[in-house]
């Protein structure tokens, strides 16, 4: 069965530091694969996805990830965090494509909180 | 363009009562999916509806049910209300039968 692991419940970082946040995936192929971020009664916001190609992803407000398939990981980083940063992320894993599916069902992690420090 | 927008943004129920909650996904886009989170959990796959058809359905009870209006807008009811219904209850849509890529704040129910 597909699962998502997030080991880190709750980070804290420095403002200006670099943060990376871990995930692990547990999929029979090579899954789509999805970071999203939440802040405090809000919905979620697409930070970044991988579908196939290169394995470091780009998204938006300066963060990527890279798929690591010989780990089964895709982890987010930072190079510099700010303080607008501090919000819960959660990676998410989805089926690829197959015919007649649901494409809608992704499996998410726990979540990592992340605290920014002045 | 507007986003996901998602009504009531909160709503107490009482136990055994039934519940309806509204998407409207963003203009163009066909697929709606809903996810139920609850409080300190990652959200949780309920249904995905895509040109009007049920195309996938999570470990939900029957007790909740859902479809698609012709204008992709989506309806999410629930029938006799447990305690722990009580969620944040979100949608998310896409342009086609993908992973949902734009979601919802939500709606906050609690069940009493």
């Known amino acids: 069965a597909q699962s998502v692991t997030q080991p880190d419940i709750h980070i804290t970082v420095s403002e200006g530091a670099s943060l990376e946040l871990r995930c692990n995936y547990s999929?029979?192929?090579?899954?789509?694969l999805f970071w999203y971020v939440q802040s405090p009664g809000q919905g979620l916001q697409l930070l970044l996805k991988?579908?196939?190609?290169?394995?470091l992803v780009q998204g938006i407000k300066g963060f990527e990830a890279e798929f690591k398939r010989s780990q089964s990981s895709f982890n987010l980083r930072k190079p510099s965090v700010h303080w607008s940063d501090a919000a819960e992320y959660f990676c998410?894993?989805?089926?690829?494509?197959?015919?007649?599916?649901?494409?809608?069902?992704?499996?998410f992690g726990k979540g990592t909180k992340l605290s920014v420090k002045p | 363009d507007a986003g996901v927008t998602q009504s009531p943004t909160h709503l107490i129920k009482t136990r055994g009562q039934h519940v309806t909650l509204r998407c409207s996904p963003i203009?163009?886009?066909?697929?709606v999916s809903w996810y139920q989170q609850v409080l300190g959990q990652g959200p949780q796959f309920i249904f995905q509806?895509?040109?009007?058809?049920?195309?996938g359905r999570g470990n939900f009870p029957d007790r909740f049910s859902a479809r698609q209006f012709p204008n992709y807008s989506s309806e999410l009811n629930v029938n006799a209300l447990l305690l722990g219904d009580s969620a944040l209850y979100l949608c998310?849509?896409?342009?086609?039968?993908?992973?949902?890529?734009?979601f919802g704040n939500g709606t906050r129910l609690t069940v009493t």
């Open positions: 998310a849509s896409s342009f086609d039968n993908v992973a949902p890529l734009h």
């Open positions: 999929y029979g192929a090579t899954p789509y």
């Open positions: 991988y579908f196939s190609g290169d394995t």
């Open positions: 998410a894993v989805g089926a690829t494509m197959n015919y007649g599916g649901s494409q809608g069902n992704l499996i």
């Open positions: 203009s163009g886009h066909k697929s």
């Open positions: 509806y895509y040109e009007k058809e049920e195309r």
